[in-house]
């Protein structure tokens, strides 16, 4: 096939071996990654932001793209004594463009936990009664927000925040059976945001 028979709009013919153009083809676009954070527990109500990632891109191509976001995150484990109501908090959000602002971050994922076997007397003193709670949450991707058609020349921003808090802080355990703080435990893995793009074909 000769240069004359192919629509050079949409394919490039080096050498006579035809290809489509980079921006009539699905594309990774952006990619960043933040985290993982280790932190121990403690009462916390007012909760404590771990960090966040952002991703952007900005359609340098000559049509317009649907964009869309997806979050990776990595595994999360706390470990955490009864009476103790732990909160981790994933928010995230999109904005795009001619000069998008940083996006709005609403509340999408929790991994919390909660133990109550109640209190007991020991000598005459009010405690908890003894327990631990441990969870785990795997390695999940999802999807952040809409696909949406961004335009050539404007930009689509992706962004996740981590979060803890606490909602409850009850009695420790009898002091005989050991510190429990040194039994508390949390760590929340990394947070990555990976833009994809597809032409919109007229």
Same mark, same amino acid.
């Given at each position: 096939?000769?240069?004359?028979?192919?629509?050079?709009? *949409?394919?490039?013919?080096?050498?006579?071996?035809?290809?489509?153009?980079?921006?009539? $083809?699905?594309?990774?676009?952006? &990619?960043?990654?933040?985290?993982?954070?280790?932190?121990?527990?403690? %009462? %916390?109500?007012?909760?404590?932001?771990?960090?966040?990632?952002?991703?952007?891109?900005? %359609?340098?191509?000559?049509?317009?793209? $649907?964009? *869309?976001?997806?979050?990776?995150?990595?595994?999360?484990?706390?470990?955490?004594?009864?009476?103790?109501?732990?909160?981790?908090?994933?928010?995230?959000? /999109?904005?795009?463009?001619?000069?998008?602002?940083?996006?709005?971050?609403?509340?999408?994922?929790?991994?919390?936990?909660?133990?109550?076997?109640? /209190?007991?007397?020991? &000598?005459?003193?009010?405690?908890?009664?003894?327990?631990?709670?441990?969870?785990? $949450?795997?390695?999940?991707?999802?999807?952040?927000?809409?696909?949406?058609?961004?335009?050539?020349?404007?930009?689509?921003?992706?962004?996740?925040? !981590?979060?803890?808090?606490?909602?409850?802080?009850?009695?420790?355990?009898? &002091?005989?059976?050991?510190?429990? !703080?040194?039994?508390?435990?949390?760590?929340?893995?990394?947070?990555?945001?990976?833009?994809?793009?597809?032409?919109?074909?007229?």
């Amino acid at each position: 096939m000769t240069f004359p028979c192919i629509d050079t709009a *949409y394919f490039d013919a080096p050498g006579g071996e035809i290809s489509p153009k980079r921006h009539w $083809q699905f594309e990774h676009r952006a &990619s960043a990654t933040a985290g993982g954070w280790t932190f121990t527990p403690a %009462n %916390n109500a007012a909760g404590t932001t771990l960090g966040f990632v952002q991703a952007q891109w900005l %359609n340098s191509t000559p049509v317009a793209q $649907q964009v *869309y976001a997806v979050l990776t995150a990595d595994a999360t484990r706390y470990a955490i004594d009864q009476l103790k109501h732990l909160v981790i908090q994933t928010q995230w959000g /999109t904005s795009f463009g001619a000069a998008p602002a940083d996006p709005t971050l609403t509340e999408e994922s929790r991994v919390r936990g909660y133990l109550d076997f109640g /209190t007991t007397t020991v &000598s005459s003193t009010t405690v908890g009664v003894f327990g631990m709670l441990e969870d785990r $949450q795997p390695k999940i991707s999802t999807p952040i927000g809409d696909v949406i058609t961004l335009p050539a020349g404007q930009t689509m921003k992706a962004r996740a925040q !981590v979060r803890w808090f606490t909602s409850a802080w009850g009695l420790d355990w009898y &002091s005989a059976y050991g510190d429990p !703080v040194a039994q508390r435990i949390a760590k929340v893995g990394a947070l990555q945001i990976d833009l994809f793009s597809t032409p919109v074909i007229p």
